[in-house]
C-alpha cells in the first residue's frame, strides 16, 4: 500500500481518470464481503446510485426532508428525555429489558390498556373492547419473549417475585403484567396532583419549603446517561422514519433492528478484512436479519412512497435479489456517521475551554424561539452552513475524520507532484489517503491543526482556503472527510445539516447539559488537548471516529424546549 500524504497528491488521488487511478475496483470486494453486493451487479449501478442521492439530498431539497426529521425527533425526545432516564421500568424489571424493547410502542399500549382498564372490569363483553385486548396480548407477548430471552434484570423486584411465586410459564407474563399495572397506574397522578397542588398560589409557602429540602440535596449524583448511546436512541428511529418511510417501522421491532445494526456495524471493518466471514457468525447473522428485514418490506410494499430510499430502488433498479442488499449500504451510510459527529459536537461544546462557542450555538438557537415559526427557523438554523453551529460541525468531523480512503492503479502511473521526484505506481497498486492525519497537517491547517477553532478559514489547498478548491467535494473546515471528486459523499450537505438539528434540539431541550467529570483519561490531543473526553477508537478506520469509552453526561435542572411539530 503506498499512502499519498502530500498536499499535491489529493488531485491526482481523487480527479486521475479511472483509466489510471480507479475507485470501484478498490471497492469491489468490499461491498461484496460487507454487503453481499456482487460485484457485477454494484459496479455497473455505482455512478447511477450516487447521482440519484445527490439529486435527491441537493442543498435545495433539504427542507423537505428536514420538516419530517424534525417531527421524528421531537417525539422521539419526547418519549426519551434526555433527564431522568432511570425510571421505574427500568427500577422494577432491569435496565436490560428495556434495551430490548420498542419503550415508544410499550408505553403506548400501556396507556392504551390502563384506559380501558375499568371496562374490562365489566360485565361488558371484553370481545367488545378490542383495543384492550390488543394492548393485553401486546404487553402479555413483550413479557413473554423477555422471559424467553432471560432479559429481566437479575436481583430486580420483578424477578424475585417470579422466582419466589413459580407461576405456570404461560401465567408469569400475566402476573408481570399486573405487576407493572401496580406499579405504574397509580404514580404518575400522584405525582401529578403533588405538583398542582404546590403550583397554587396559597401554597406558596409549602412550595418554599419542599425546594429548600431538594436544593439541600443536590449534588453530583444527577441522573447521568452516556450521551452517545442516547443520541443513537433518539436518531435511529428519525432517521430511518425519515428516510425509509414510518410505514416501514410500523411493521418491525425498531430495538431489535437497531440491536442488529449496532451488531452489523461493530462487525463492519473486520468484515472487510481477508478473515473468513465464516468465522464471524455475529456480523452475518446480523446482516441476515437486516436484509431479511428489508426483503420482507419489499414484499409488504412498505417503504414509504416519495421518500429517498424509495426512488433510489426506483431509478436505480438491481435485481431483486441485490436490492435488500443495497438498502442495507444506504442504512449504514445514512446512520453510521450520523451519531459520532452529533456526539462529538457535542462533546467539545462541553469543555470549558469551548464555553465561548456553546454560547455562541446557543444564542442562535434561542433566536430561533422567538420567531413566529420556531420549528421552520430552526430547520433554517440547521440548513445554514454560515451558522456558528454548522461550523462547530465542521471543525468536529475534521477532527474525527476517517483514516483511510483508497484507491487503485488501474495501470501504470508516473505520479508527477510539483517540486517532487515522479512516484511510479504500478498496475494493481493500492493507494490510500488519511483524512485523520492530514487534518493535523500545518501546511494544510496552520499551526493550530491540532487544535479546536470552528472559526477558522479553511483548508489551504493549493493556495487557497474557499469552501471548494479545484478538487470537487474537498476543502472548506471539513477538508478530506467527505471524499473527492465524482465519488465524493452524496449526503454530505443532508448529513451537516441533520447533525445541526440533533444537536440544536438536544441543547434546546435540555440547556443546562453539562460534563461532571472533567478529569484526564488520556494523552489528549485532536480538539481535546486535556484529555477530558474518551479518547476517539483509533482502530476504528472508516467512518467518524467513535469513543473508546463512555461519556456520561447529566442535566443538571429542569429546562426543556422541543419545538411544535411541523406540519
Request: with cysteine; charged share 20%; glycine share 6%.
Amino acid at each position: 500500500m503506498t499512502w499519498l500524504l502530500a498536499p499535491e497528491a489529493y488531485a491526482p488521488f481523487f480527479t486521475a481518470p479511472e483509466d489510471q487511478i480507479s475507485f470501484g475496483p478498490a471497492v469491489q470486494q468490499f461491498t461484496d464481503r460487507v454487503f453481499g453486493l456482487p460485484p457485477q451487479h454494484f459496479v455497473g449501478k455505482h455512478g447511477l446510485m450516487l447521482r440519484t442521492l445527490r439529486w435527491q439530498l441537493v442543498p435545495g431539497t433539504l427542507p423537505n426532508i428536514l420538516h419530517p426529521l424534525h417531527s421524528f425527533l421531537r417525539r422521539e425526545l419526547e418519549v426519551n428525555p434526555l433527564r431522568g432516564r432511570v425510571g421505574s421500568v427500568s427500577t422494577f424489571f432491569g435496565s436490560s429489558f428495556l434495551e430490548e424493547v420498542d419503550v415508544a410502542s410499550l408505553l403506548q399500549s400501556f396507556q392504551t390498556f390502563e384506559s380501558g382498564f375499568e371496562m374490562a372490569a365489566s360485565p361488558v363483553p371484553l370481545c367488545l373492547q378490542w383495543p384492550f385486548l390488543r394492548a393485553r396480548s401486546r404487553l402479555v407477548e413483550t413479557f413473554r419473549q423477555a422471559l424467553l430471552r432471560d432479559s429481566i434484570g437479575k436481583g430486580t423486584v420483578v424477578k424475585r417475585l417470579i422466582d419466589d411465586v413459580q407461576l405456570p410459564d404461560s401465567c408469569t407474563p400475566n402476573m408481570m403484567l399486573c405487576f407493572m399495572w401496580a406499579s405504574q397506574a397509580n404514580a404518575t397522578p400522584t405525582a401529578f396532583w403533588t405538583l398542582a397542588f404546590l403550583l397554587l398560589p396559597e401554597n406558596a409557602a409549602y412550595r418554599e419549603r419542599v425546594e429548600a429540602e431538594l436544593h439541600a440535596t443536590r449534588s453530583s449524583t444527577d441522573p447521568q446517561v452516556d450521551l452517545c448511546k442516547y443520541i443513537q436512541d433518539i436518531t435511529f428511529r428519525s432517521s430511518v422514519s425519515t428516510f425509509f418511510g414510518s410505514s416501514f417501522l410500523e411493521e418491525v421491532d425498531v430495538a431489535s433492528l437497531l440491536q442488529s445494526f449496532q451488531t452489523f456495524e461493530s462487525g463492519f471493518e473486520m468484515a472487510a478484512s481477508p478473515v473468513p466471514l465464516c468465522l464471524q457468525w455475529p456480523f452475518l447473522r446480523a446482516r441476515s436479519r437486516l436484509v431479511e428485514t428489508f426483503r420482507q418490506a419489499l414484499l409488504r410494499d412498505s417503504i414509504g412512497k416519495g421518500t429517498v430510499v424509495k426512488r433510489l430502488i426506483d431509478d436505480v433498479q438491481l435485481p431483486d435479489s441485490c436490492t435488500p442488499n443495497m438498502m442495507l449500504c444506504f442504512m449504514w451510510a445514512s446512520q453510521a456517521n450520523a451519531t459520532p459527529t452529533a456526539f462529538w459536537t457535542l462533546a467539545f461544546l462541553l469543555l470549558p475551554e469551548n464555553a465561548a462557542y456553546r454560547e455562541r450555538v446557543e444564542a442562535e438557537l434561542h433566536a430561533t424561539r422567538s420567531s413566529t415559526d420556531p420549528a421552520a427557523s430552526l430547520v433554517d438554523l440547521a440548513c445554514s452552513r454560515s451558522s456558528a453551529l454548522n461550523k462547530c460541525i465542521a471543525e468536529t468531523i475534521r477532527l474525527r475524520a476517517p483514516s483511510i480512503d483508497v484507491r487503485i492503479a488501474a495501470s501504470d502511473v508516473m505520479l508527477r507532484l510539483p517540486g517532487r521526484e515522479g512516484l511510479l505506481l504500478e498496475k494493481g497498486s493500492v493507494l490510500a489517503t488519511s483524512p485523520f492525519e492530514s487534518h493535523s497537517d500545518e501546511r494544510l491547517y496552520g499551526p493550530d491543526a491540532r487544535h479546536y477553532n470552528p472559526d477558522r478559514e479553511g483548508m489551504l489547498l493549493c493556495g487557497k482556503t474557499a469552501l471548494h478548491s479545484s478538487i470537487l467535494g474537498v476543502g472548506g473546515v471539513a477538508g478530506l472527510a467527505f471524499g473527492g471528486g465524482k465519488y465524493r459523499c452524496p449526503g454530505r450537505y443532508f448529513a451537516e445539516a441533520e447533525v445541526a438539528l440533533v444537536v440544536g434540539m438536544i441543547l434546546l431541550s435540555c440547556p443546562t447539559l453539562a460534563r461532571d467529570n472533567l478529569q484526564q483519561q488520556w494523552e489528549g490531543g485532536m480538539g481535546d488537548p486535556h484529555g477530558c473526553l474518551p479518547a476517539p477508537d483509533f482502530r476504528k478506520l472508516l467512518g467518524i471516529k467513535v469513543p473508546a469509552a463512555p461519556c456520561w453526561v447529566s442535566a443538571k435542572e429542569k429546562g426543556c424546549w422541543y419545538g411544535p411539530a411541523v406540519p
